[in-house]
């Protein structure tokens, strides 16, 4: 079994920044770890993850802003979210992938935490 937990998140102003953490618990030893938003309304969307070489893939709206890292002896996966815009506003999940090898979809993620609301007003 694998059990994420999102923290971090919060309200913050246009060009602010925030960092989303992830605490990971079960076997993620060789997954592929990543983050996912939503917003209201809309469809799931990949940001960034990392694969078990750590091997990065974004998504073009955060590319520049968003780093995903994470610290294996700690089992945390982190978000560093930089010159954050209101359309950043969203549900933020951490997602562990079924392998070592994955794609920036959904599908390819069996493990989902609760998520953690980020808001940023204009």
């Known amino acids: 079994q694998v059990q994420l937990v999102e923290s971090g998140g919060g309200s913050v102003q246009a060009g602010g920044s925030l960092r989303l953490s992830c605490a990971a618990s079960?076997?993620?030893?060789?997954?592929?770890m990543g983050w996912f938003r939503q917003a209201p309304g809309e469809e799931r969307e990949g940001v960034e993850i990392?694969?078990?070489?750590?091997?990065?893939s974004y998504a073009d709206s955060v590319k520049g802003r968003f780093t995903i890292s994470q610290d294996n002896a700690k089992n945390t996966l982190y978000l560093q979210m930089n010159s954050l815009k209101p359309e950043d506003t969203a549900m933020y999940y951490c997602?562990?992938?079924?392998?070592?090898?994955?794609?920036?979809?959904?599908?390819?993620?069996?493990?989902w935490g609760q998520g953690t609301q980020v808001t940023v007003s204009s």
């Open positions: 997602a562990a992938g079924g392998s070592w090898y994955c794609r920036l979809i959904d599908a390819d993620f069996s493990y």
């Open positions: 079960g076997y993620v030893y060789r997954r592929c």
């Open positions: 990392l694969d078990s070489d750590g091997i990065t």
